[in-house]
């Protein structure tokens, strides 16, 4: 990440990358080893191989120091698209009169599809945080709330 990219990054990201951080440093040893990443995963339930810890990092360090996760994730954060950006794409598929940015989930899901099965699984987890179910029991994605979460 060069100081362009780390500029980009507010006080506040940087406090939740360093929440975020802190959380997957098990041992609270100011780095992220593959046992730390092992052991966060467990305890949230996804179960990973050590092959796919190893991938998780960087090839050139057997674990992650603080200013190196954040150069990562700065990196990953300046590719996406603006909040705004993604309020737009989110409001052409819920209906004018809907402030609430409530979207059909089988009619994004058909959308999302087409992005290709390699982001099924991320769906599924971004799915499970931000639908609700409604009273004529369809499901609704709540995009207001994925905005808030994003845009923190």
Do not use: W
């Amino acid at each position: 990440m060069d100081g362009a990219e780390f500029a980009q990054l507010s006080h506040a990201q940087i406090q939740k990358l360093k929440d975020a951080f802190q959380y997957l440093d098990e041992n609270s040893d100011g780095r992220i080893t593959k046992e730390d990443l092992l052991a966060v995963c467990t305890g949230l339930g996804m179960h990973k191989s050590e092959e796919e810890i190893i991938k998780m990092i960087p090839s050139e360090t057997q674990d992650i120091t603080f200013p190196s996760f954040l150069a990562l994730m700065g990196e990953k954060l300046s590719k996406l698209p603006e909040t705004s950006e993604i309020e737009n794409a989110l409001r052409s598929f819920s209906s004018p009169e809907n402030g609430e940015l409530n979207i059909d989930t089988d009619e994004l899901l058909q959308y999302m599809s087409y992005l290709g099965p390699d982001l099924e699984g991320d769906i599924e987890a971004v799915f499970k945080t931000f639908v609700t179910e409604q009273l004529s029991g369809k499901a609704a994605f709540k995009g207001n709330k994925f905005l808030e979460a994003i845009g923190e």
